[in-house]
């Protein structure tokens, strides 16, 4: 099966799978597209990919732990509140077509995979692909540099008044000195998800939706939330969810 998705997604590129990056939220729908039939989605497994910041030096990228797991989770919890869609694998599909007695079936992946591609139409209403960039944390390397500044010192004095007599009290007394600031990180939260329908009669977009998130993470501070790509990825979720057409045509 892993051959055969290997070759699905071959052959599906040649449609334009792959969306650009875009800042913050981009959304295309085709207006031709009857989303009020879909009943059954082929859900592809996710991808990711972590090239979108540069990385050079002694800056680095830490990847969120159990991305895949983590997403799909995202995804199963506000599946079951819209219960409308039956979503299915390449697997499921690839085994109604092994099953299908008026079928010849080939051995070789390749043939199976592109018979796969041409029979399902059969199955399947819409394909679904979702890629997530560089959903973790971007640390960016600051070198330690130095900083004139003003401090005072509080010193005693003593001076005598016109009058003759003697006063005494504090002022304060400014100097400049030079402050050593240390290297440090400065780390930034970062998610991105590319979502797509495509029609699996004519393999073009019906619908494609691209959501990217980033944020100063102040990691040192006592409210940090170290869930910080999470929380923004779950939020890109309740976004995409609610854009999804499939969702809006249908009625509970």
Not at 115 to 137: A, I, N
Request: net charge neutral.
């Amino acid at each position: 099966m892993r051959k055969l998705a290997a070759i699905f997604v071959l052959a599906c590129s040649l449609a334009g799978l792959c969306a650009p990056a875009a800042a913050k939220q981009t959304e295309s729908v085709d207006p031709g597209f009857d989303f009020a039939k879909v009943r059954t989605v082929l859900l592809m497994e996710p991808t990711f990919t972590y090239n979108g910041f540069d990385v050079s030096g002694d800056d680095r990228f830490v990847k969120y732990p159990d991305s895949a797991a983590k997403v799909a989770a995202m995804f199963a919890a506000r599946r079951q509140k819209l219960p409308y869609i039956r979503y299915v694998t390449l697997a499921d599909v690839a085994a109604r077509v092994r099953s299908d007695a008026t079928l010849d079936c080939p051995a070789d992946p390749r043939e199976f995979s592109a018979l796969v591609q041409r029979e399902m139409p059969k199955y399947v209403d819409l394909v679904m692909y979702w890629e997530f960039r560089d959903f973790g944390w971007f640390h960016q390397y600051n070198q330690a540099y130095y900083t004139e500044e003003t401090v005072y010192d509080k010193v005693r004095y003593h001076e005598r008044r016109s009058d003759g007599t003697w006063v005494s009290g504090w002022m304060e007394v400014p100097r400049t000195v030079l402050v050593h600031h240390p290297a440090c990180y400065s780390i930034y939260d970062s998610a991105q998800a590319n979502f797509a329908f495509l029609d699996p009669r004519s393999w073009k977009y019906v619908w494609s939706f691209t959501d990217t998130r980033t944020r100063a993470s102040y990691a040192f501070g006592k409210d940090y939330d170290h869930t910080g790509p999470e929380s923004m990825m779950n939020r890109i979720f309740d976004d995409t969810v609610a854009k999804m057409p499939v969702y809006a045509h249908l009625a509970p």
